[in-house]
């Protein structure tokens, strides 16, 4: 129940069932009404598969939050917290915690009773396998995932956890994850296998959505069936809510996972939380050195790369954003870039691009060798090439700018930033 001053807002049982089902609903709207002009993308198994992975995301993050807050009182400023919390924990234990493991885990099973049945020549290895993966590993991946969900839940509520009660709820949600993973992975190899006979780009495009809405919501109601029959016979006391330990928890969750809030979660980490710890000197700001070269650009997690960072602190190649004030700001809302890199970077380090760039400016220092060279590469996003005397050991490429600035402006920008942006580092 939520606590406003002296009085107290209890959650009804219809809420708690709601909840996590109009965020279901609403997670399936979304994936689907953006795409309502070009209905089916992609293969309609893993688009099935994805929509399934979100959907359990957006309904562990939903229950998580409203029961917590109907097994415990908070305090109104209370309530942001626990979803913070709620929503980074979703998402790191179904993507970090289930997905990653468990496509590990398939792929070496798979292997495994590919050889075994190639090996003894068993008629019924297809079907071994199908057990394994739909029955077998959906049951050993939720047992972790249920005792995390079942002990957070009830340590934040303040709720005993050497109980009978304990294990009537981590038995409901080892069963509801469960069935929520053998829904996904056997529809997904349902639609892999083309069950329908029909081409994945006939007129049943609109199957996996159909598919992953049904599927998500007889998931959903068998767990929240499992979860109301576990505990319908235990006590119901209310404690007071672990306030300060759901914070402490929220912030690692948040630091570890802020895209759990969304672009709004990366923005506010990224533009806000990190610099001010580095302003407090709390985080260190990485070095901006290319081969004995400070490179003068504001450090952005997101937006500034290092390349190959070497233990001097040094880096292969450094991308930033190319600096307005010099005169190549974009009014669309597109960003040039500038990109330092070593002139002896092996061909083996180097992306395609790169490497078709250095080549380009290999054979245009053939004729100038110690001298200036600049190499124009127009294209759908053009780009401009550059050694001079007074980087020898470096490379410049300014790309990403408006195709409609002339090249002469461009290239005297980027001489500048050379000039007044690049210096030794020591």
């Not at 406003?4 to 399936?28: N, T």
């Not at 914070?247 to 990224?270: C, E």
């Not at 990190?274 to 985080?283: N, T, Y």
Request: glycine share 6%; aromatic share 10%; charged share 20%.
């Amino acid at each position: 129940m939520v606590r406003l001053g002296q009085r107290e807002f209890p959650v009804p049982i219809w809420l708690w069932a709601a909840l996590p089902l109009a965020a279901l609903a609403y997670a399936w709207a979304g994936f689907v009404f953006p795409r309502i002009s070009r209905f089916y993308v992609g293969a309609a198994d893993r688009s099935f598969l994805a929509m399934m992975v979100q959907l359990g995301i957006a309904w562990l993050a939903a229950f998580l939050f409203i029961d917590i807050v109907r097994r415990a009182r908070t305090p109104w400023y209370g309530v942001p917290i626990i979803y913070i919390a709620s929503a980074a924990a979703a998402l790191i234990l179904i993507s970090d915690g289930i997905v990653r493991p468990f496509t590990n885990v398939a792929m070496f099973v798979a292997g495994v009773l590919i050889s075994f049945a190639a090996s003894t020549r068993a008629s019924g290895g297809e079907l071994l396998m199908m057990l394994v993966f739909t029955v077998v590993l959906p049951f050993v991946m939720g047992l972790a995932a249920a005792l995390v969900v079942t002990l957070a839940s009830r340590i934040v509520a303040r709720q005993p956890v050497r109980s009978r009660d304990t294990w009537r709820e981590f038995v409901a949600n080892l069963f509801g994850a469960t069935v929520w993973m053998m829904i996904a992975i056997g529809g997904y190899l349902a639609l892999r296998h083309n069950v329908t006979g029909r081409s994945a780009n006939s007129s049943l495009e609109w199957l996996p959505y159909a598919a992953s809405a049904l599927g998500a919501a007889a998931a959903a109601a068998v767990h929240l069936l499992l979860v109301w029959r576990s505990r319908r016979g235990a006590a119901a006391e209310t404690a007071d809510l672990r306030l300060w330990l759901l914070a402490v928890a929220a912030v690692g969750l948040f630091v570890w996972r802020p895209d759990a809030l969304g672009i709004s979660g990366v923005r506010a980490y990224y533009d806000y939380t990190r610099p001010a710890l580095r302003a407090l000197g709390v985080l260190p700001t990485p070095a901006l050195v290319v081969a004995g070269y400070r490179i003068d650009v504001p450090y952005h997690d997101l937006t500034v790369s290092r390349v190959a960072p070497q233990p001097d602190g040094s880096a292969m190649r450094i991308n930033a954003f190319f600096p307005d004030e010099f005169g190549l700001k974009r009014t669309d809302g597109g960003r040039a870039r500038i990109i330092v890199s070593r002139r002896d970077v092996p061909m083996t380090d180097a992306a395609r691009v790169m490497d078709g760039w250095h080549k380009a400016l290999n054979e245009a220092q053939a004729g100038k060798p110690g001298q200036e060279v600049m190499v124009r590469r127009p294209a759908m996003a053009p780009a401009v090439l550059m050694r001079d005397e007074a980087h020898p050991e470096l490379e410049f490429v300014l790309s990403n700018f408006h195709a409609s600035v002339p090249w002469e402006i461009v290239e005297d920008a980027l001489r500048r930033f050379a000039k007044e942006r690049v210096r030794r580092a020591n």
